[in-house]
C-alpha cells in the first residue's frame, strides 16, 4: 500500500529499537495467512534476541491484499482459514523447545514473544479469549462493532499462561493541533484518503485543504465519516476530553493512535500534543487517573511472554510500526 508504511515490517521495527532504549515496539500488525509462522517466528525470535524485553507481535487475520499481490506472494486465499492454527504454531516456535523436537525456529525458541490478535469483527474477540491473548480492535477504521466486540472478548475470555486476564487495545484516529479549526484542517488529509478508498484510488497522502466539501460527494462523506465516527480532532482541552469519553465507554486498557498528518512537523506537534494530555491528569499524592494509566502507543502512517506490560508512568510506547499487507 503506497499510502502505509508495511514493508518489510521486521526491518523496520529492528530500525526503530535500534535508535531507541526504553519503549516497546511492536508489529500492529503481521497480517499472518500472508507468511508461513516458521518465518515470522524467526524473524521476531531474532528481534527479541537482540532487544530483549521490549518487541511485541500482533497478528491479524485478513489478507489485506488483493489476488495478484497473494499470488506474488505465493499464498493462497484460504490461507485464512486457518489462522488460528497458525497463530498456535507461531507461539509453539516462541515457546521453549520440547526435548526433542526436531523442528526449531532459531533463535525464537524461548523468547516467548508477546503475541496480540488484531481484529475489526467479532472473529478476533473469540478467537484472543480462546487463547487468552490480548487484543486490539481497530475502531480507527471500523468502529461500529467496538463495543460488541470488547464485550465479546471479555466474557468470553479464558486465562493463558501469558495473561491471565483480559487486556484490551483502541485504535484511534487521534489529531492534535493548536486549536479545533487547524486540526479539523488537518483531518482533511485523513478525510480525503479514506474518499479515495472508495475511489478505488488509493495513493500516497495529500495536503490539507481548507474545505473538505469540495472534495467528496454526499455519499462519499456518509461512508467516511462513518469509517472515522470513533476519531478524535481538536485542540488539547478537545482531545483530553475525546480521550477520557473514549476510556469511560471502553475501559481500554491500551490506546493504539493514529496521526494521519500530512506534514512531518504538524504530525509530531500532534504527537506531542497526545502526549501532553496522557501526562497532565496526575494527582497531588502521584497516583495515575483512568486516562493516565494507559499506555498509548503511536502508529505512524506517512505517504510515503507474560502480561503486557503494565506501565509504572504514563510514558508512551511510541513508534509502533504497522503492517497492512
Known amino acids: ?20 532504549t526504553t519503549i516497546r515496539v511492536g508489529a500492529g500488525g503481521i497480517m499472518l495467512p500472508n507468511h508461513a509462522p516458521y518465518v515470522i517466528a524467526e524473524q521476531f525470535g531474532t528481534l527479541a534476541r537482540l532487544f530483549p524485553g521490549r518487541i511485541d507481535l500482533g497478528l491479524g487475520r485478513a489478507p489485506g491484499t488483493d489476488q495478484l499481490t497473494l499470488r506474488a506472494l505465493r499464498r493462497l486465499p484460504e490461507a485464512a482459514e486457518t489462522f488460528p492454527q497458525d497463530v498456535l504454531e507461531l507461539q509453539a516456535f516462541l515457546a521453549p523447545a520440547s526435548p526433542g523436537q526436531r523442528t526449531q525456529a532459531v533463535p525464537a525458541a524461548g523468547t516467548k514473544v508477546p503475541l496480540w490478535i488484531l481484529g475489526s469483527s467479532h472473529f478476533g474477540a473469540m ?18 462493532l467496538l463495543i460488541p466486540a470488547l464485550r465479546l472478548y471479555r466474557d468470553r475470555f479464558k486465562p493463558s ?48 485543504i481548507d474545505d473538505i466539501e469540495t472534495y467528496w460527494s454526499p455519499l462519499e462523506k456518509a461512508q467516511a465519516m462513518r469509517m472515522l465516527a470513533r476519531s478524535i480532532v ?24 493514529v496521526s494521519d498528518v500530512y506534514d512531518h512537523a504538524a504530525r509530531l506537534r500532534s504527537f506531542e500534543l497526545v502526549a501532553q494530555v496522557a501526562d497532565a491528569g496526575r494527582s497531588h499524592d502521584g497516583a495515575l487517573t483512568r486516562t493516565q494509566g494507559l499506555v498509548t502507543r503511536a502508529v505512524r502512517v506517512e505517504g510515503g511472554g507474560g502480561d503486557p506490560p503494565r506501565p509504572q508512568s504514563p510514558r508512551r510506547r511510541q513508534d509502533q510500526a504497522r503492517r497492512r499487507e
Not at 500500500?1 to 529492528?14: D, E, F, K, N, Q
Not at 480462546?130 to 461500529?144: D, K, Q, T, V
Not at 483530553?240 to 491500551?254: F, H, K, N, P, S
Open 234 to 257: 481538536g485542540s488539547r482541552d478537545t482531545v483530553r476530553a475525546g480521550i477520557e469519553a473514549l476510556v469511560a465507554e471502553t475501559t481500554a486498557d491500551e490506546l493504539i493512535v
Open 127 to 144: 478467537l484472543a479469549a480462546e487463547l487468552g491473548l490480548p487484543y486490539a480492535f481497530a475502531s480507527h477504521f471500523a468502529p461500529e
Open 161 to 208: 499462561e501469558q495473561l491471565e486476564r483480559p487486556y484490551a487495545m483502541v485504535g484511534v484516529n487521534i489529531i492534535a493541533a493548536e486549536t479545533d479549526q487547524a486540526a479539523k484542517r488537518l483531518a482533511t488529509t485523513q478525510q480525503m484518503s479514506f474518499t479515495n478508498i472508495f475511489r478505488g484510488a488509493r495513493g500516497l497522502s495529500q495536503p490539507p
Open 1 to 20: 500500500m503506497p499510502g502505509i508504511a508495511s514493508a518489510a515490517t521486521s526491518i523496520v521495527l529492528a530500525h526503530i529499537a535500534a535508535r531507541t
